[in-house]
């Protein structure tokens, strides 16, 4: 079993302020997906690296890949309550994704 | 393009009894794998379909089960419901996309609430 595991299981912050959130597996990965979902809907597909050590921004939020292709972070500058979510990154081999336990993000207005 | 569409979005059975739920992917993919989530346990892995063929299956009891019809959408039963059931079952359609590989989308999700 690849396990991913994430960091921390919980965050809550006030608004403007920065966060990191992590996804660590001794797993080599093809790609490494991170999804957001929020409450009663399903997780909606943020961003894909494949590259060891890929950097991708998408406006506030900064993903990386890591230069082993075992782990990821996600970076969230200047939160805002929009932001509010579940995070879950999924690591993928061939056809098997591989979810991580998830970030539960609050952000406080 | 239309998304995953899943349904129904919410239902209540009662124990012992069994459930049949849908999926129509996105139009053109083939893929169309299928998770349980609970608070406890995340995301759980249940078994994946590819044209019309289970091609992945995770560890669940034989309960479970699913078939993909040949215009790709997919429904999975659950037979004798256990209050252990009621969870939010998900749906992603998945397809390969050159440069990023496979990648998953979901629909909104079946609430189940076994009584």
């Known amino acids: 079993t690849q396990l ?4 921390p299981q919980f965050l809550s912050i006030q608004e403007g302020e920065n966060l990191t959130v992590y996804c660590n597996s001794s797993s080599v990965f093809s790609s490494l997906q991170w999804y957001r979902q929020e409450p009663g809907e399903g997780p909606v597909l943020l961003v894909t690296v494949v590259t060891g050590g890929e950097v991708k921004k998408l406006k506030r939020l900064t993903f990386q890949f890591g230069d082993a292709r075992k782990d990821s972070s996600l970076h969230i ?6 932001d509010t979510g579940l995070y879950l990154c999924a690591g993928v081999t061939g056809n ?11 952000v406080i207005p | ?7 129904p979005r919410y239902l209540i059975k009662t124990r012992g009894q069994q459930v049949t739920l849908s999926c129509s992917p996105i139009s053109g993919h083939r893929s ?3 998770y349980q989530q609970t608070p406890g346990q995340g995301l759980q892995f249940l078994f994946e379909y590819f044209s019309e063929t289970q091609r992945n299956k995770g560890n669940f009891p ?5 078939r993909q019809f040949s215009n790709s959408r997919s429904e999975m039963n659950v ?11 998900l749906c992603a359609s998945r397809h390969n996309v050159p440069g990023l590989g496979t990648e998953a989308f979901f629909g909104q999700g079946t609430r189940l609430t076994v009584v």
Request: no cysteine.
């Open chain 1, 4 to 7: 991913l595991e994430q960091s």
């Open chain 1, 77 to 82: 500058t200047a939160a805002q309550p929009g």
């Open chain 2, 32 to 34: 169309v794998s299928w």
């Open chain 2, 62 to 66: 034989g309960r479970f089960s699913g």
């Open chain 1, 96 to 106: 098997q994704f591989y979810f991580g336990t998830g970030t539960s993000l609050t």
């Open chain 2, 1 to 7: 393009k239309a998304g995953v569409t899943q349904t």
């Open chain 2, 79 to 89: 037979s004798t419901l256990e209050l252990g059931d009621s969870a939010l079952y």
